[in-house]
């Protein structure tokens, strides 16, 4: 909200001073007109109010009054002691109403219940004071001002028109972070709601977890200045609960805010992510800028979107081992596209003075990596990416460097660049993808990592969730064709070839038994999970059909299914052992002929995957997955060819934890901020 906004809904509110009716008028019509007018200053004038609520709303224009009825009107309404009427007035697109409104000396008084009506937005207030003379406006009470999907509580607003000062006392606002911008342009359209006798509340008793986003945050300040087109305080606070109990929040301290029409810019010191009102990590906000959505765009940058920037995380195979990583604010190249940098720091290998991620100096790129030392140049990386929309299309580009020296540029670099949009197939919505890659690392199960040195192509696919009944179903469709540059099969030489695909893949699972869930809504009695458990027994199959072909008539296809128990139990609502699900899925593969790569060759024909997560105590939880090999004829029978191990601080606001994954000794440290509405 900009200084003009402000002026607009005070200055509307306050101006429009008394509202004139003939009382013998008022008693022969059924209907009657509400005359106004700022020209005629007189004061303690008042309406009866059954003559408000049968009234015809004109506009501004259309309004005049009449100096002798009002003449005739003053003696009669002064003598009244009581005054437990409702006054209302309009003018174009202001409508203002209030149990008492009064002018004494160029000073306009409302009092009881003030409400202020602007194309959709709603102030209130226990009472209004304007001084027409110095342009000084004061609310006091219990103020409320809702602008579409914002909504602010305070105390008390002074605001001074002439020098474009003021303030807000115990200020608390619940802020929806996508429409932000949109809802402070009173320009848009919005559409007149009459919530006259609607008190939307910030502090929520049931809320609805909203998976994937955090779109609802409470805001909360003691003192919040505005000067100019400057917006400040010296201590101000977010949090994602918006059931307001202590378990996360953001502390921001000498917050200063620049509204623009198209954007808000952010700026503050040293800040503080408090969890529990015990543990306080430091944060650096800098400068951000919330940026109004494209009309084409779904993308953009919001100071409201509050990832993990430091990132501590373990590669053996590309960085050596431990390495911390710090994301900055993101680039705005235009206003579809947006660079994000995250450099890195590459803790282990710098301890250790040598790295084993690279081939020797001048050999190629599928060469064994050796062992080398290591100049100043090795110690940092970066990974960036670029997202956004060029014209229809998504764009995704991810890159990596894992050094900076010019020599292992070739063997450090790494990326992926992808164009993706829906369009209509078959008489249904398909995503269209254009990608190419460069030195794309893939796992594949007991084969390992393998490496695509180059790739280009186009891909097809579709992903389906619905439910059946009771049976849940996942399906996915999907047509590919490229020219791949990888290694062979048989040996760590490049091998170059097409490659047309076509796979489908189906998953359900079907309930034996399910505890019903009364409701979604969720209230402070969810202290670790963010939504209810569903609970049961359970069967998931699935089903998996797939034909790659390749030059000289070389294919690979085969036939997958797998069917397995899952057993869920507890509502982790307790403080011991109150969660526990347990989840094996044995699958078997029928397969005719072989792929010329080893990125995607099948080598295991008989795995179980396997899922156990155990509550312990509190918020801890253990969680584990993992693929078991099977296949009798592989050199890893017997072997988990795919496994992760973690453990996580579960709270109903945010998710704090730390993983391992033995396949590819990698792992990190996680954490995440949950929404909800």
Same mark, same amino acid.
């Given at each position: 909200m900009n200084i003009c906004q402000i002026?607009?809904?005070?200055?509307?509110?306050?101006? %429009?001073?008394?509202? %004139?009716?003939?009382?013998?008028?008022?008693?022969?019509?059924?209907?009657?007109?509400?005359?106004?007018?700022?020209?005629?200053?007189?004061?303690?004038?008042?309406?009866?109010?059954?003559?408000?609520?049968?009234?015809?709303?004109?506009?501004?224009?259309?309004?005049?009054?009449?100096?002798?009825?009002?003449?005739?009107?003053?003696?009669?309404?002064?003598?009244?002691?009581?005054?437990? @009427?409702?006054?209302?007035?309009?003018?174009?697109?202001?409508?203002?109403?209030?149990?008492?409104?009064?002018?004494?000396n160029n000073i306009l008084y409302a009092q009881?219940?003030?409400?202020?009506?602007?194309?959709?937005?709603?102030?209130?207030? @226990?009472?209004?004071?304007?001084?027409? =003379? +110095?342009? $000084?406006?004061?609310?006091?009470?219990?103020i409320q001002i809702n602008i579409n999907n914002q909504i602010f509580h305070a105390d008390m607003v002074e605001y001074d028109f002439i020098k474009k000062k003021g303030k807000f006392v115990n200020v608390k606002g619940l802020i929806n972070a996508e429409s932000i911008i949109s809802d402070f342009d009173f320009k848009s359209n919005s559409i007149f709601e009459n919530l006259l006798s609607t008190t939307l509340r910030i502090q929520k008793d049931n809320v609805v977890f909203t998976p994937g986003k955090v779109t609802n945050w409470i805001f909360s300040t003691n003192n919040l200045k505005v000067n100019k087109n400057q917006w400040s305080s010296k201590k101000a606070f977010l949090t994602n609960d918006l059931l307001l109990t202590n378990q996360v929040k953001l502390q921001f301290n000498e917050l200063k805010i620049y509204p623009n029409k198209e954007r808000l810019k952010f700026k503050s010191k040293i800040n503080y992510l408090i969890l529990?009102?015990?543990?306080?990590?430091?944060?650096?906000?800098?400068?951000? +800028?919330?940026? =109004?959505?494209?009309?084409?765009?779904?993308?953009? @940058?919001?100071?409201?979107?509050?990832?993990?920037?430091?990132?501590?995380?373990?590669? =053996?195979?590309?960085? @050596?081992?431990?390495?911390?990583?710090?994301?900055?604010?993101?680039?705005?190249?235009?206003?579809?596209?947006?660079?994000?940098?995250?450099p890195q720091f590459f803790l282990e290998r710098t301890l250790k003075g040598k790295t084993k991620s690279f081939v020797k100096k001048k050999y190629s790129l599928n060469s064994p990596r050796v062992e080398r030392n290591i100049a100043l140049s090795d110690y940092f990386g970066l990974n960036s990416s670029i997202l956004g929309?060029?014209?229809?299309?998504?764009?995704?580009?991810?890159?990596?460097?894992?050094?900076?020296d010019l020599d292992k540029f070739a063997n450090a670099f790494r990326t992926r660049?992808?164009?993706? =949009?829906?369009?209509?197939?078959?008489?249904?919505?398909?995503?269209?993808?254009?990608?190419?890659?460069?030195?794309?690392?893939?796992?594949?199960?007991?084969?390992?990592?393998?490496?695509?040195?180059?790739?280009?192509?186009?891909?097809?696919?579709?992903?389906? $969730?619905?439910?059946?009944?009771?049976?849940?179903?996942?399906?996915?469709?999907?047509?590919?064709?490229?020219?791949?540059?990888?290694?062979?099969?048989?040996?760590?030489?490049?091998?170059?070839?097409?490659?047309?695909?076509?796979?489908?893949?189906?998953?359900?699972?079907?309930?034996?038994?399910?505890?019903?869930?009364?409701?979604?809504?969720?209230?402070?009695?969810f202290e670790y999970i963010p939504e209810p458990i569903k609970q049961g027994i359970f069967i998931d199959s699935k089903i998996f059909i797939n034909y790659n072909l390749y030059k000289n008539g070389n294919s690979q296809k085969y036939l997958g299914v797998g069917v397995g128990p899952e057993i869920v139990i507890g509502s982790f609502k307790k403080d011991f052992f109150d969660y526990t699900r347990i989840k094996v899925l044995p699958s078997y593969i029928f397969k005719?002929?072989?792929?010329? %790569?080893?990125?995607?060759?099948?080598?295991?024909?008989? +795995?179980?995957?396997?899922? %156990?997560?155990?509550?312990?105590?509190?918020p801890w939880l253990i969680e584990t997955q993992g693929t078991l090999n099977l296949s009798k004829d592989s050199n890893d029978y017997g072997e988990f060819i795919y496994s992760r191990i973690g453990i996580n601080f579960?709270?109903?606001?945010?998710? $704090?934890?730390?993983?391992?994954?033995?396949?590819?000794?990698?792992?990190?440290?996680?954490?995440?901020?949950?929404?909800?509405?």
């Open positions: 002026q607009k809904i005070i200055f509307l509110c306050l101006t %429009f001073s008394n509202i %004139f009716i003939s009382p013998s008028d008022a008693r022969s019509l059924h209907r009657a007109k509400i005359v106004f007018s700022n020209k005629i200053n007189h004061s303690n004038n008042f309406i009866d109010n059954s003559l408000i609520l049968n009234s015809e709303i004109f506009k501004y224009d259309q309004l005049f009054a009449s100096s002798e009825n009002i003449k005739n009107l003053s003696s009669e309404i002064k003598q009244k002691e009581t005054y437990n @009427d409702t006054i209302t007035s309009v003018a174009n697109e202001i409508y203002i109403e209030s149990k008492v409104q009064s002018e004494t009881g219940e003030v409400i202020v009506k602007f194309e959709g937005n709603i102030l209130k207030a @226990d009472s209004v004071v304007y001084n027409k =003379k +110095t342009k $000084l406006a004061k609310a006091e009470g219990e529990q009102d015990r543990v306080i990590i430091p944060f650096w906000l800098g400068d951000r +800028t919330i940026l =109004k959505k494209s009309r084409n765009s779904n993308s953009y @940058d919001s100071a409201f979107e509050f990832e993990n920037k430091w990132n501590i995380g373990y590669d =053996k195979l590309n960085k @050596d081992g431990y390495f911390i990583g710090r994301k900055l604010d993101s680039i705005k190249i235009n206003n579809d596209l947006f660079l994000k940098l995250e929309k060029i014209q229809n299309w998504d764009l995704k580009i991810t890159k990596e460097l894992n050094s900076f660049a992808e164009l993706s =949009k829906e369009i209509n197939f078959f008489n249904t919505t398909f995503v269209n993808r254009i990608f190419g890659a460069y030195r794309e690392r893939i796992w594949n199960g007991s084969i390992g990592e393998s490496e695509i040195h180059k790739a280009y192509g186009w891909q097809l696919d579709k992903t389906n $969730l619905w439910k059946n009944g009771s049976v849940e179903k996942n399906q996915i469709i999907t047509f590919g064709l490229g020219n791949y540059k990888a290694e062979g099969l048989t040996n760590s030489d490049f091998v170059e070839s097409y490659k047309g695909s076509i796979s489908y893949q189906l998953n359900q699972k079907i309930p034996l038994y399910e505890k019903v869930i009364d409701s979604l809504y969720i209230d402070k009695s005719s002929g072989n792929s010329i %790569f080893k990125f995607d060759q099948v080598s295991e024909k008989f +795995t179980v995957d396997l899922n %156990f997560d155990q509550h312990l105590i509190g579960k709270k109903r606001s945010y998710s $704090l934890g730390i993983f391992y994954q033995p396949h590819d000794q990698a792992g990190g440290i996680n954490f995440s901020l949950n929404g909800f509405k």
